[in-house]
T-cell receptor, first 113, second 109 residues
Framework: DSGVTQTPKHLITATGQRVTLRCSPR?????VYWYQQSLDQGLQFLIQ???????AKGNILERFSAQQFPDLHSELNLSSLELGDSALYFC????????????FGQGTRLTVV | QKEVEQDPGPLSVPEGAIVSLNCTYS??????FMWYRQYSRKGPELLMY????GNKEDGRFTAQVDKSSKYISLFIRDSQPSDSATYLC?????????FGQGTRLTINP
């Protein structure tokens, strides 16, 4: 168990809908990263937050947004869902923004039908 | 051009074989290099990391970095069926980890 908790584990929703994925980082970790993993694209970095502030942005679509709350948990919001958004979404956390071991959660498997 | 390139495999070898997994990268500013292992339906877990060029050994695993050729490798000695997983190289860039595609490895008993 990495100590990073993601909910829900599975989510099935229809195209056009909006969903929220939740991540609780390991105790003491201030950085949260979101990644999308699909079969053809591998693990793609979406966005990073550090202590409530956005620190880095990757290939995140405008339909997607995220935030980190004062208690350090983070939410990833996906809206106007398309079939191509079906993927595994991972959250990872680490102590700092620089190099440190990033611990990954078990992921949320999103299926858009 | 992708920042990190990794042959997705799949790679299938007999138990006890030496396995070599490789990645190339494009940004010479990268300094931290990692290997993650991901079992089916699980999140990636860190196996090893190295800083700059050189080798690092941990049991049956050896990570190697050659910054001059922008090439990183993971060697697994005496491979076991429990090593069957997807192995992802990852490189620490500015504020993010950039991952390779992952190589699916199967060790056959």
């Amino acid at each position: 168990d990495s100590g990073v908790t993601q909910t829900p584990k599975h989510l099935i929703t229809a195209t056009g809908q909006r969903v929220t994925l939740r991540c609780s980082p390991r105790s003491g970790d201030l950085s949260v990263y979101w990644y999308q993993q699909s079969l053809d694209q591998g693990l793609q970095f979406l966005i990073q937050y550090y202590n409530g502030e956005e620190r880095a942005k990757g290939n995140i679509l405008e339909r997607f947004s995220a935030q980190q709350f004062p208690d350090l948990h983070s939410e990833l919001n996906l809206s106007s869902l398309e079939l191509g958004d079906s993927a595994l979404y991972f959250c990872a956390s680490s102590v700092t923004t620089g190099f440190s071991e990033a611990f990954f959660g078990q992921g949320t498997r999103l299926t858009v039908v | 051009q992708k920042e990190v390139e990794q042959d997705p495999g799949p790679l299938s070898v007999p138990e006890g074989a030496i396995v070599s997994l490789n990645c190339t990268y494009s940004n010479s500013a990268f300094q931290y290099f990692m290997w993650y292992r991901q079992y089916s339906r699980k999140g990636p877990e860190l196996l090893m990391y190295t800083y700059s060029s050189g080798n690092k050994e941990d049991g049956r695993f050896t990570a190697q970095v050659d910054k001059s050729s922008k090439y990183i490798s993971l060697f697994i000695r005496d491979s076991q069926p429990s090593d069957s997983a997807t192995y992802l190289c990852a490189i620490q860039g500015a504020q993010k980890l950039v991952f390779g595609q992952g190589t699916r490895l199967t060790i056959n008993p």
